[in-house]
């Protein structure tokens, strides 16, 4: 049983360029903190617009045809696609999380969030966080000196234990 103090989740933000592995690192992430019997939410930011449903099926055609919002429903899942006049940040989307324990967003790197930076070298000389007072933790194997606890890029159970110790989840 969670006896957590508040029923709004702590929101993580996972930032770190195109192509980092922020993705990945998140997908590998999630499983480390459910063996803990908490629940995860996850956001992913998308500044270029998406398509949730395929052309062509009936979730997409009432979304074209001019309805603001479809929802697909299943006995197993519900999909949601909105209109909106802004970028909402995540706490605007809490309520849409509402059973969770902690919510993972990926992006948002320009938001006050916690944030775990995801860094490759390769990818960008300098991390896109270090003066950042809302960077948390980093996530890289090339080596900086930073004034956050380090993670290796595989360190998926050690970053969930952090993330569990930290947001005070269990």
């Known amino acids: 049983m969670n006896l957590k103090k508040s029923n709004t989740p702590p929101i993580i933000t996972v930032v770190g360029n195109s192509g980092s592995g922020k993705t990945t690192f998140i997908e590998r992430l999630i499983p480390e903190i459910i ?8 956001i ?3 500044v270029h617009g998406f398509e949730m449903d395929k052309p062509g099926k009936d979730s997409w055609r009432h979304k074209k045809a001019g309805a603001a919002t479809t929802i697909i429903s299943s006995s197993r899942q519900i999909g949601m696609v909105k209109d909106v006049t802004c970028d909402h940040p995540p706490k605007e989307l809490l309520s849409l999380f509402e059973d969770v324990d902690i919510v993972i967003a990926e992006g948002y790197k320009s938001l006050k969030y916690p ?8 990818i960008s000389p300098e991390p896109l966080c270090q003066n950042d007072p809302d960077l948390l933790a980093f996530i890289s ?8 606890p380090c993670f290796a890029t595989h360190a998926y159970k050690e970053v969930a234990k952090f993330l569990i110790d930290y947001f005070k989840l269990l």
Request: glycine share 4%.
């Open 35 to 42: 063996k803990y019997e908490l629940k995860v939410g996850t």
């Open 44 to 46: 992913k930011h998308d």
């Open 115 to 122: 944030k775990l930076e995801f860094f490759r070298a390769k």
């Open 141 to 148: 194997d090339d080596p900086f000196d930073l004034d956050v």
